[in-house]
Each structure stands twice: as structure tokens, then as C-alpha cells.
């Protein structure tokens, strides 16, 4: 999804976790930026990177997904891997969102859990069996992941699902529909 990216711009990685796409976007050339709220997995990911040698040059820092400290259009791209899923109310993500392209001149590229798959029925049936109401993990329609993007001034180009009609992970490229602000 960042294929077209030339080498050389500056990704961010956010929530990072423990860098598991690290080696990927620093094979890709880009100069990585790593943040996540949690000060435990920077630590994780700076031991990853450390053990494969590709430290060097890779900025970790802690932050908040809604509020960043970073510049306006401070990346060319932003990778938000595993973050969507555990907000459960649209102005949420929203919120989100709004943060990422504002601090994103490219593409953002943002995964999801998806109502259109096997995975995501079998959520429903497990919790409707137990008589749970989940408040976490809990697949939304695509449309309204889409309707939640453009509410907040970014468009989808692409969905691609991980693992079409199994996986409830799903991951959208999105661009921005406004201007950037200089």
C-alpha cells in the first residue's frame, strides 16, 4: 500500500507497538518515525530494532494518537496498523483521523475490523451466545469507516481486506480531500 512511495519519505508509524513493520518500511527506504502512547512498547521496539540492526536513524517517540506534538503535513506517510478496532463510536474515530491528516501530506494508510466477513460473524454469534454486549474489537460497516473519513476531510482510494469474506482486518488508503494548510 505504500509501494508507490519513493524512497527516502518520511513515514510514521503510529501506534507503533513493538516495530513489527519496522524492517519492512526501513527496507523500503524511508526514514521511520516509531510513536506510540505506551512508553513500555517504544522500549519493545527499540530492542527490536536494536537486535536487527536497523536503529540507526529511527526516531522513537510517545505519543498520543488524538493529539501528536508533530508539525502540520510533518509525513509523507502514515502507517496506523491495529488502533481502529478498539473504537467503538464513529466521533472517536473521528477524532483520530481528523490528527492524521492533519500531520499527513500522503497517503494514511489505517486498518479496521470489517462487518462484511466470516470473522466478524462469528464475533456477533459468540457475544450474542454469552448475551455479552462487546465494547472492544467490534467490526463496523465499511461504509461507515468511509462516512467517518470524509467527516473528517479525507477520502478512501482503496480497502483491501487481509483476508476477503475471513478476516475482520481490514486496511484503507486514505488521502486528503482539503488543502494543506501552510
Given at each position: 500500500m505504500l509501494g508507490g512511495l519513493p524512497p527516502g519519505s518520511k513515514v510514521l508509524d503510529l501506534p507503533s507497538g513493538t516495530g513489527r513493520l519496522l524492517p519492512l518500511l526501513v527496507e523500503m527506504g524511508f526514514p521511520v518515525t516509531e510513536a506510540d502512547s505506551s512508553v513500555h512498547m517504544l522500549e519493545k521496539a527499540q530492542d527490536y530494532a536494536r537486535t536487527?540492526?536497523?536503529?540507526?536513524?529511527?526516531?522513537?517517540?510517545?505519543?498520543?494518537?488524538?493529539?501528536?506534538?508533530f508539525k502540520d503535513a510533518a509525513f509523507d506517510a502514515i502507517l496506523c496498523n491495529r488502533l481502529f478496532h478498539h473504537f467503538r463510536e464513529p466521533e472517536v474515530r473521528r477524532r483520530c483521523l481528523r490528527e492524521l491528516g492533519r500531520i499527513c501530506r500522503g497517503p494514511i494508510v489505517v486498518s479496521f475490523?470489517?462487518?462484511?466477513s466470516l470473522g466478524a460473524w462469528m464475533f456477533r454469534l459468540r457475544n450474542w451466545i454469552r448475551h455479552r454486549t462487546p465494547t472492544d474489537r467490534i467490526p463496523i460497516p465499511r461504509t461507515q469507516f468511509i462516512a467517518d473519513a470524509e467527516a473528517t476531510g479525507l477520502r478512501v482510494v482503496?480497502?483491501?481486506a487481509t483476508r476477503r469474506w475471513i478476516s475482520k482486518q481490514w486496511y484503507a488508503v486514505l488521502e486528503r480531500t482539503r488543502p494543506e494548510t501552510a
Open positions: 536487527r540492526g536497523i536503529a540507526q536513524g529511527v526516531e522513537f517517540r510517545v505519543e498520543d494518537a488524538f493529539l501528536t506534538s475490523f470489517c462487518d462484511c482503496q480497502t483491501l
